[in-house]
Structure formats: C-alpha cells, structure tokens
C-alpha cells in the first residue's frame, strides 16, 4: 500500500493506526496480533476499493462513449431528415417523410435505450465484481 506524506492512503483515507499501550504477556501478544490483523485487512481493503474505482471510472468512460455515440447518431438522423425535407414538393411529401421520421425516431430511442440498459447492466456486474472476488476470498480463508 503506498502511503503519501501527510499519513494517508493514496486515496486520501488515515491509516489505520492503534495506539500502543502497554499491556503484559498474552495479552499483550493477542492485542499485537488483533491490531496487525486489523492493519493488513485494512490495506487489503484498499486495494479492492482501488480496483473497483478504477472499473467505475472504466465503465463510466464506455457509458460516456455510447451516449456521445448515441447523440452523434441522432444529430445526423434529424439533419438527414431536414435535407430531405428541404427538397420536397408538396405539403404530402411533407407528411410522409415527417411520418417515415418519427417512426425511424422512435426505432432508434428503443434500440439505444436498450444498448445502454445491457450496457448499464453490465457495467454494475463488472463493478461489483472485485467486491465479490474478495469476500469469496475472505470467506474461504475463514472457513
């Protein structure tokens, strides 16, 4: 675990620090151990919260991705639409194409809002994956 200068970790928690108070024999002993126990699950703690931030802000960059590409996708479909708007003839030719636009419209909102519902499912999977990993682990060494 790297450790920055005014005593925390790299993300800006306090260590875990116990105060050392005299205690005799094995008591003193099993205090020791508890608090190195307790220091070691800590910075392993630290290590799976800095792997799942890192795959949030993964995931969050991918989302981001897919709306721009989303957006992109729209922008040109509604100048499409005005282009072919521009060069017709009569007020039915209107009607049509402005028909033709709405459902191709609603098509493409329903197939985009699914890519991101799949894509915002698996991005939570893939977030809540190195949580799971390390209490599988914990869980296993315990029992």
Not at 26 to 53: K, W
Not at 85 to 111: P, Y
Request: charge should be neutral; proline fraction near 2%.
């Amino acid at each position: 675990m790297k450790v920055t200068v005014n005593g925390t970790n790299v993300f800006g928690m306090p260590l875990l620090g116990f105060p050392r108070i005299g205690l005799s024999g094995a008591i003193g002993d099993l205090a020791e151990q508890g608090f190195s126990h307790a220091r070691a699950a800590s910075g392993r703690m630290t290590e799976v919260l800095g792997e799942t931030y890192s795959c949030n802000a993964r995931g969050a960059a991918g989302y981001a991705l897919k709306v721009i590409e989303i957006s992109h996708a729209n922008a040109a479909s509604a100048l499409d639409f005005f282009a072919d708007l521009l060069g017709s003839k009569s007020a039915a030719d209107v009607v049509t194409l402005s028909t033709e636009q709405v459902r191709k419209a609603f098509d493409m909102a329903s197939n985009q809002n699914r890519e991101l519902w799949a894509l915002g499912q698996k991005l939570a999977t893939e977030a809540s994956e190195p949580v799971k990993k390390h209490f599988a682990k914990v869980l296993h060494q315990a029992g």
